[in-house]
């Protein structure tokens, strides 16, 4: 069985375009934000944080060249996945910042958001 994956923009990036600044990915700060409110479910799912500058190779590991915006949840098989699910091949995964949300409270016993 393999569990949720979830891969997230490192919080406090560097661009090259912007020498000197660091930056937030605004899809990965909430859930980031989630994670933090309960650290212990964290140990429920795999969680990665990736550089920001392409190629992410975990991605491209994980859902092809294709696929490497952030925030994503990968499905794992311990549990059905939603019927909203992307497919690539015989992996389901989500990439919608407020869905994954709701399944990480739907699959992990995070909060649910209001």
């Known amino acids: 069985m393999s569990r949720d ?3 997230l923009l490192e919080p406090g990036f560097a ?3 912007h020498p000197g600044e660091r930056f937030i990915c605004p899809d990965s700060a909430p859930i980031e934000g989630l994670l933090a409110s309960d650290p212990a479910r964290n140990a429920r ?3 990665c944080r990736l550089p920001f500058p392409r190629p992410r ?3 491209i590991e994980a859902l092809g060249a294709g ?3 952030l925030p994503v949840l990968i499905l794992g098989d ?4 939603p019927a909203d699910a992307q497919t690539l091949g015989v992996k389901r995964f989500v ?3 407020r869905r994954i949300l709701d399944l990480l409270a739907q ?3 995070f909060p649910k958001v209001h």
């Not at 311990?78 to 996945?81: D, F, G, H, L, V």
Request: charged content about 20%.
């Open 5 to 7: 994956l979830l891969l």
């Open 15 to 17: 661009d090259p375009d």
């Open 45 to 47: 799912l795999d969680i």
């Open 57 to 59: 190779t975990a991605v």
């Open 67 to 69: 696929h490497q915006n």
């Open 78 to 81: 311990a549990q059905p996945a």
């Open 95 to 97: 990439t919608d910042t």
């Open 107 to 109: 699959r992990h016993g």
